[in-house]
């Protein structure tokens, strides 16, 4: 059962498999030489150990999991069993009792978690993120187990965690500071294409005023550019547009008469019209 739980945190969308892969991608796609890249391809480097880590502790998790339990209502249906007991039975019939390129519930790890923009910024305020939720995560998974060897791996695994927020927070706050990226990301798009009036509006969509009281309500903004400003509910508005009428060959319906919209079908079928 514990080897399922494990799976979260090498084939969740925070686990270690992402991360590899995520950082990976990131300094593959990176356009600057130096130590940003550096920085992405080691830590890459590193949680690909942690994802070989986590694999090898499902394993020995599952090296000696029976496949059944004391009940003699399921004793003799070992599937019966698994379910009961709450094992992944991927892990038995697809991996031999081995660990899975999935979550905990089983489904598989998807490229699409993955955060590789090509914006440094943009991409290691995502890498800090994904190490807090990781961290979150891990912790969680301390507290359900009182294996001392499965809790030294899960006190090493936040440590490094730590250490990796900490990297990202200060590799962001060093972008900045070489001017190599800044606030609002992407900083190299100007700001006189964006509609400057409402920038820096806090709407209030909430019952009551509380959120007024934020820091992102009033005062100096963190890009520097200008400064917050509180409104109780939108600023903007503009007359609802008209329906839209797609191709009449999509087939969808409209106030147009059906003989009209099929009549206009078949004659751009005529026309050989896309």
């Known amino acids: 059962m514990y080897a399922r739980k494990l799976q979260e945190v090498l084939g969740g969308q925070y686990g270690e498999i992402t991360v590899a892969l995520q950082y990976s991608f990131q300094a593959w796609n ?23 880590m986590l694999a090898t502790m499902i394993a ?4 000696k999991a029976p496949l059944g339990i004391t009940a003699d209502a399921v004793q003799s249906d070992p599937a019966v069993a698994a379910v009961v007991s709450g094992t992944d039975l991927q892990q038995a019939i697809v991996a031999g009792a081995g660990a899975r390129a999935a979550d905990s519930m089983g489904n598989p790890w998807q490229g699409s978690y993955i955060t590789a923009s090509g914006n440094l910024l943009a991409d290691f305020t995502a890498n800090a993120n994904a190490e ?34 900490n990297q990202w927070i200060a590799a962001a706050r060093e972008l900045q500071e070489d001017k190599l990226e800044m606030m609002p ?26 959120a007024s009281e934020g820091s992102w309500a009033s005062g100096p903004t963190p890009d520097g550019y200008g400064e917050f400003s509180y409104h109780d509910g939108p600023t903007t508005s503009a007359p609802m547009p008209p329906p839209t009428h797609p191709d009449a060959r999509f087939y969808g319906t409209t106030e147009v008469p059906n003989v009209v919209e099929k009549a206009a079908g078949t004659m751009q079928d005529k026309l050989n019209r896309e």
């Open 60 to 63: 020995q998790l599952l090296e």
């Open 30 to 52: 990176a356009h600057t030489p130096g130590k940003y890249r550096d920085l992405l391809f080691g830590i890459g480097a590193e949680e690909f150990g942690h994802v070989e």
């Open 185 to 210: 990301v992407p900083s190299n798009f100007p700001l006189k294409k964006e509609e400057r009036s409402v920038s820096y509006q806090y709407l209030n969509f909430s019952d009551g005023p509380p």
């Open 132 to 165: 807090m939720q990781g961290r979150l995560q891990v912790a969680r998974l301390h507290h359900m187990t009182d294996d001392h060897g499965v809790r030294d791996l899960l006190s090493f695994l936040p440590a490094r965690d730590t250490m990796h927020q």
